[in-house]
C-alpha cells in the first residue's frame, strides 16, 4: 500500500501564493508518475500538474501554465505544488495522486490517492 499525505492548503487572497506537499511513504515503485488534482464543488475531478518520479518531466493543465510549479525531493519522497498568481477559479479541494506504470495522469489512471487539502482564494 502508498499513503499519500497533502498539506499547505488554506484561504489565500487573489493574486497570492501556496505551496501544497505530498509526502508518500510505504510501496515504492521503479518509476510512477505523481500529480496533483482538483476538485471544485460540483465540478469532476481534475488533472492539475504531474512528474515522472525519475526524469523529473512535467505535465501541466493549460489553465496553470506560467503559474503553477510541480517540483519533487527524491530523498523525502514529497512532491509539491506551487502555486503563484491564484485565482478565485482554482478553489477545489487539491488532490494528490500516483500512477505506479508512470505514464497516464487523467484522474481515473490514477492508482492511490491523498485525502485533499482545501485551497480557497478570495477575490
Known amino acids: 500500500q502508498v499513503q499519500l499525505v497533502e498539506s499547505g492548503g488554506g484561504l489565500v487572497q487573489a493574486e497570492g501564493s501556496l505551496r501544497l506537499s505530498c509526502a508518500a511513504s510505504g510501496r515504492t515503485f521503479s518509476n510512477p508518475l505523481m500529480g496533483w488534482f482538483r476538485q471544485a464543488p460540483g465540478n469532476e475531478r481534475e488533472s492539475v500538474a504531474a512528474?515522472?518520479?525519475?526524469?523529473?518531466?512535467?505535465y501541466y493543465t493549460d489553465s496553470v501554465k506560467g503559474r503553477f510549479t510541480i517540483s519533487r525531493d527524491i530523498a523525502k519522497n514529497t512532491v509539491y505544488l506551487q502555486m503563484n498568481s491564484l485565482k478565485p477559479e482554482d478553489t477545489a479541494v487539491y488532490y494528490c495522486?500516483?500512477?505506479?506504470?508512470?505514464?497516464?495522469?487523467?484522474?481515473?489512471?490514477?492508482?492511490?490517492w491523498g485525502k485533499g487539502t482545501l485551497v480557497t482564494v478570495s477575490s
Open positions: 512528474i515522472k518520479w525519475r526524469s523529473g518531466n512535467t
Open positions: 495522486a500516483l500512477n505506479t506504470a508512470g505514464y497516464n495522469w487523467s484522474p481515473s489512471a490514477m492508482d492511490y
